[in-house]
């Protein structure tokens, strides 16, 4: 995440109805599940703090954007694992902090 100003955000609300922003760490698309994936942290985080990453399955509008809405829990576990393993390949790759 390098310009501030070049991140996509998005604000999801909890079951209690708060409201917080999320930043779009990156989205990708799996050829074996069909389907496309967001990954989001949330806004403000540092570098090297640890926080819980949110992933869902979405439905990009024709500009490839989202919301609230087009975002899908993922509930198969090997497609959970399959997000894992992207996500991880992506926080081994340094160059995606610089």
């Known amino acids: 995440m390098t310009n501030n100003d070049d991140v996509q955000k998005i604000t999801l609300?909890?079951?209690?109805?708060d409201?917080?922003?999320?930043?779009?760490?990156?989205?990708?698309?799996?050829?074996?599940?069909?389907?496309d994936y967001i990954l989001l942290v949330p806004?403000?985080?540092e570098?090297?703090?640890?926080v819980d990453i949110q992933?869902?399955?979405?439905?990009?509008?024709?500009n490839g954007d989202a919301t609230?809405?087009?975002?899908?829990?993922?509930e198969d576990d090997k497609e959970w694992d399959m997000v894992e393993e992207v996500l991880n390949t992506f926080l081994a790759d340094d160059s995606n902090f610089a």
């Open 13 to 17: 609300i909890d079951e209690n109805g």
């Open 19 to 35: 409201e917080a922003l999320y930043e779009v760490l990156f989205t990708f698309h799996s050829e074996e599940y069909s389907k």
């Open 43 to 45: 806004e403000g985080v």
């Open 47 to 50: 570098e090297d703090e640890e």
């Open 55 to 62: 992933a869902y399955i979405f439905h990009p509008d024709s």
């Open 68 to 74: 609230e809405e087009d975002l899908i829990q993922i």
